[in-house]
């Protein structure tokens, strides 16, 4: 069994081998508020659709993800936590027992889409621990304080995933 690839690896070897990943069928969320936030989002460049419930103060951008067990193409809006050109996406759930189905898309196929607006670029998705969990953890909760009441509702630590520009 080959050893598995970190992420900037594997989109290497997926440039080298024609291009990325991220072609194929999409498959809406069976969750109808993500289905009319993503559709809206997208029909409108990311123009609208923009934040979370409609609060403009909780702005989000849209993460396209291959599903871990149908390989079919995923979009989930999440909160906008940018960073010098890097962006994290917090496996929050509201603060569940469990992960979002989305994290486990990022963990076995860590390539991703994000849309911020009208900007979409490719990205490397990556479960960040130690230090640089508690840096970006820290930067998350600042600029959406909720994700520290998520974390008091849960026993689990709350994943944080850094994703960077390939």
């Known amino acids: 069994m080959p050893a598995r690839l970190s992420p900037l690896e594997y989109l290497a070897d997926a440039w080298s081998s024609g291009g990325m990943a991220l072609e194929g069928e999409y498959e809406p969320s069976p969750e109808q508020w993500v289905r009319d936030q993503v ?7 990311g123009q609208r659709g923009n934040i979370l419930r409609g609060n403009p103060e909780w702005p989000i951008v849209v993460i396209t993800s ?3 067990k149908s390989g079919k193409l995923r979009k989930n809006p999440v909160m906008r936590v940018e960073k010098d050109g890097k962006y994290v996406a917090i496996a929050s759930l509201g603060g569940a027992p469990k992960n979002p189905t989305w994290y486990y898309n990022f963990v076995e196929h860590p390539e991703v889409d994000l849309q911020d607006g009208a900007e979409k670029h490719t990205y490397a998705a990556r479960v960040l ?3 640089e ?5 820290d930067y998350a909760v600042a600029t959406w304080p909720t994700y520290g009441e ?3 509702k849960t026993e689990r630590e709350i994943p944080v995933f850094l994703l960077e520009r390939v």
Request: aromatic residues 20%; proline residues 0%.
């Open 129 to 131: 621990e130690g230090d």
């Open 150 to 152: 998520y974390q008091k």
């Open 66 to 68: 291959r599903g871990a």
């Open 133 to 137: 969990r508690a840096e970006w953890w």
């Open 39 to 45: 559709e809206e989002f997208e029909a409108s460049d």
